[in-house]
Structure formats: structure tokens, C-alpha cells
């Protein structure tokens, strides 16, 4: 199994099921009630924050290199990725992780997803996207710009198709953290900057 000591934190009722793939967890943050299911890859990055109540499904994964937020209350169904990062293909380097870095050309960015944001299986979110707080993208779907809060999304690029109603799960969210006695994820605790950084060869 994996020692979670060589996470950067890890909170309580944490369950890591087996066959799943961890880079950089020294980068990566787990908070309370969470469950990763079998076959993930999560890369640690920059930063990777996993809050409270989260389940990431089977199959999916976190790559990039750059910085990924997940707020409490996320769930991602299987097969979802998140993409932080990317090659840049214009001509501007050579491309794949075998060249050495001086001749690649990438960026690197985030992506953050709000408070109770859920993704349906096979989405992709692409570099330098939030997800709002309450938004559903629907499977199969490619997040390519911000999603607005409470809305469902669906398509390729993503579009919203109606809106979320709110008002109970906001008043579950308070029960469940008073019941529990969860803090609350601030992100703010963590000192965050989210950015993109282009990096070109220079030789």
C-alpha cells in the first residue's frame, strides 16, 4: 500500500484503494473523507489540494505539472481528466516528456474545481480552468474555458444547458461539516498562485 507519511497531508477516514499511481506526493494535500478508487494517476505537480468528501472514480487522473485545486463536496466520475499543464505545439519546442527540458516548450497553469462541482465519466478539463461552485459537466464533455456556479454543462466545448438549484445543499453542507465537526477546505490557508507560466527554449 502506500505510507502516507509522504503525502503533505493527509486528513482522516483518507481510503486509497490499490493500483493507483502517485507523483510528487510531497505536493499533495489530502483533507478528510475521500475516496480514490481503483487505476488512478494523480501527479502532485506544483501543488494538488483534495478536499473534504471527495471521491475520484476509477480511471482518472491529474496530470500537467502545474497547480489543482478540488474544493469539498467534488466528485469525479471514472475516467475523468484533468489536465494542469501542456506541451505547447505551435513550433515553439520539441515535445514529450524524453526531450530535455531545455528544448521543450510547455505551460504550465491549474485547474480548480469549486464546491460541490461534479463531473460525469470520459470529461477532460483543459489548462487554466474553474469549475463554479455547484456545476455539473456532463459525461463525455470537453472543459475548455470557466464553467459559471450551478449550472449543467454539456458538449464539446462544454455548454450550459440549464441551471442547478442550490438552496438544500447548502443547508446539507452545513449540517454535514456541524455534524462531523469538518473545518471547512479554505484555500486561502495555502497561499496559492493561480497562473499561467510559458516556458520556451532559449538557446
Request: glycine residues 8%; charged residues 20%.
Amino acid at each position: 500500500m502506500y505510507n502516507m507519511s509522504d503525502f503533505a497531508e493527509v486528513g482522516e477516514n483518507v481510503q486509497l484503494y490499490p493500483l493507483c499511481t502517485f507523483i510528487n506526493m510531497n505536493k499533495i494535500h489530502l483533507k478528510s473523507n475521500i475516496i480514490i478508487s481503483e487505476y488512478n494517476w494523480i501527479h502532485g505537480g506544483e501543488r494538488c489540494i483534495i478536499g473534504n468528501y471527495i471521491h475520484i472514480a476509477n480511471f482518472s487522473s491529474i496530470a500537467g505539472g502545474g497547480v489543482c485545486i478540488f474544493e469539498d463536496f467534488v466528485g469525479l466520475s471514472a475516467s475523468v481528466k484533468i489536465i494542469t499543464g501542456t506541451e505547447l505545439v505551435n513550433g515553439e519546442g520539441l515535445t514529450n516528456p524524453t526531450i530535455p527540458a531545455e528544448f521543450r516548450a510547455i505551460k504550465r497553469s491549474y485547474v480548480h474545481l469549486k464546491k460541490h462541482s461534479f463531473l460525469g465519466t470520459n470529461v477532460i478539463i483543459h489548462p487554466g480552468v474553474t469549475v463554479g461552485e455547484g456545476a455539473v459537466i456532463g459525461s463525455n464533455s470537453v472543459v475548455l474555458n470557466d464553467v459559471e456556479p450551478w449550472t449543467i454543462n454539456v458538449g464539446s466545448p462544454a455548454k450550459p444547458i440549464k441551471k442547478r438549484n442550490n438552496e438544500y445543499i447548502h443547508q446539507l453542507e452545513k449540517k454535514i461539516y456541524t455534524k462531523y465537526n469538518i473545518k471547512p477546505l479554505n484555500i486561502e490557508d495555502f497561499n496559492l498562485v493561480k497562473e499561467e507560466k510559458i516556458i520556451i527554449p532559449n538557446i
